[in-house]
Nanobody
Framework: QLQLVESGGGLVQPGGSLRLSCAAS????????MGWFRQAPGNEREGVAC????????YYVDSVKGRFTISRDYAKKTVYLQMNSLKPEDTAVYYC????????????????????WGQGTQVTVSS
């Protein structure tokens, strides 16, 4: 079983930036599409950004396009989410997930397909 540990969350003012990291242990990340999801109080968990096994394909939910970037470092077994121009509506607990190996990224994000989840990291955007 993959163990995923998120870090990098915190409190930031509107317009600011944060970079989330997701470090994996247990198995190599090479075989899995990876994604970032978020859940605000009272809302369902939504897929924010997903990246394919080979990093050749990415998917972003419309609300973060142009502001967030997902990337992965195979040597470090880490997935990142660079978040710029943050807005109060980005406030949520952010979770990292590994998807089933053959899942395409849009399917993973839209339908929340995952095999392993991290514990989450809180992101709060407020002045």
């Amino acid at each position: 079983q993959l163990q995923l540990v998120e870090s990098g969350g915190g409190l930031v003012q509107p317009g600011g930036s944060l970079r989330l990291s997701c470090a994996a242990s247990g198995y190599s990340l090479d075989y899995y599409p990876m994604g970032w999801f978020r859940q605000a109080p009272g809302n369902e968990r939504e897929g924010v950004a997903c990246i394919s096994r080979g990093a050749g394909s990415t998917y972003y939910v419309d609300s973060v396009k142009g502001r967030f970037t997902i990337s992965r470092d195979y040597a470090k077994k880490t997935v990142y989410l660079q978040m710029n121009s943050l807005k109060p509506e980005d406030t949520a607990v952010y979770y990292c997930a590994a998807g089933p190996p053959l899942t395409i990224v849009e399917d993973m994000c839209v339908n929340r397909r995952s095999r392993d989840w991290g514990q989450g990291t809180q992101v709060t955007v407020s002045s």
